[in-house]
T-cell receptor
């Protein structure tokens, strides 16, 4: 069953903690993306990766970090430097960057305690 | 800078009505435009993808049009059903990643 999986579904973070959100795809897509969604807002791009071992900052990258060591995996770390991390995080992938349909995972809801 | 606007922000209709959701964008240099559906607390489901060279796409009761020159797209839903209740998002692909509107929340009453 092809698709994108994200885990965990819900995540709670204490002040000062780093947390990592998982994103895995078995669609054999080269490009992967992380978006953040806040209530009443459109999705905003955090980071994207066109290929293994490459990634680029999006519009709101401050306080986040990523890695792309494997084609199928693109984990996102929310660091303590991110001052307002409570949000819904969505991972997506596409065959390549630019001009291709993007497919989304089910999301992770992060709450700061 | 590309900006995407969706009007209205919310819409309530009785079951069976045909309806139109609007999306506008400021820069016509796009690869494509996608319409998504999002149910509360869930991820995005792709509904329709219109390439920049196309004028419209159809899937079942859904029809999306694209007018690049005027920076507009519409999503037409025929014979609406309560199960169509959700937030509908449009997004344009300008090459880096998708740029989203804030969505239209649709409520269809039985």
């Amino acid at each position: 069953d092809g698709g994108i999986t994200q885990s965990p579904k819900y995540l709670f973070r204490k002040e000062g903690q780093n947390v990592t959100l998982s994103c895995e795809q078995n669609l054999n897509h080269d490009a992967m993306y992380w978006y953040r969604q806040d209530p009443g807002q459109g999705l905003r791009l955090i980071y994207y990766s066109q290929i293994v071992n490459d990634f680029q900052k999006g519009d709101i990258a401050e306080g986040y970090s990523v890695s792309r060591e494997k084609k199928e995996s693109f984990p996102l770390t929310v660091t303590s430097a991110q001052k307002n991390p409570t949000a819904f995080y969505l991972c997506a992938s596409s065959p390549q960057r630019g001009g291709h349909e993007q497919f989304f995972g089910p999301g992770t809801r992060l709450t700061v305690l | 800078k590309q900006e995407v606007t969706q009007i209205p922000a919310a819409l309530s209709v009785p079951e069976g009505e045909n309806l139109v959701l609007n999306c506008s964008f400021t820069d016509s240099a796009i690869y494509n435009l996608q319409w998504f559906r999002q149910d509360p607390g869930k991820g995005l489901t792709s509904l329709l993808l219109i390439q920049s060279s196309q004028r419209e796409q159809t899937s079942g009761r859904l029809n999306a049009s694209l007018d690049k020159s005027s920076g507009r797209s519409t999503l037409y839903i025929a014979a609406s059903q309560p199960g169509d209740s959700a937030t509908y998002l449009c997004a344009v692909d300008a090459g880096t990643a998708l740029i989203f509107g804030k969505g239209t929340t649709l409520s269809v009453s039985s």
